[in-house]
């Protein structure tokens, strides 16, 4: 399993993706940003799963950054759409 964090610019847009999230059943959870990934609103979407192939989001402006972790402190930018 590979943990997935998905960053945003505004808490509001966080709750809208999570939302989003529940209702595709991708398992979630919404955490504060890890210290290494500064965030505009330091509220992240955390998922874990072996692949992880983001729902289009209704307002996509609102996600700053979707991020593989591939260590502690270490992670890859993945593209959004």
């Known amino acids: ?10 808490h509001f847009g966080a709750i809208r993706y999570k939302k989003e999230l ?9 955490m504060p940003v890890p210290r290494f990934l500064s965030s505009s609103c330091g509220t992240c979407a955390m998922i874990k799963a072996s692949v992880f192939t983001p729902p289009v989001p209704s307002h996509p402006d609102e ?3 979707i ?11 993945l593209t959004l759409i």
């Open 1 to 10: 399993m590979n943990d997935y964090i998905i960053t945003f610019y505004s």
């Open 22 to 30: 529940d209702l595709t059943g991708t398992d979630s959870v919404l």
């Open 63 to 65: 996600i700053e950054q």
């Open 67 to 77: 991020v593989l972790l591939t260590g502690s402190e270490t992670y890859t930018v």
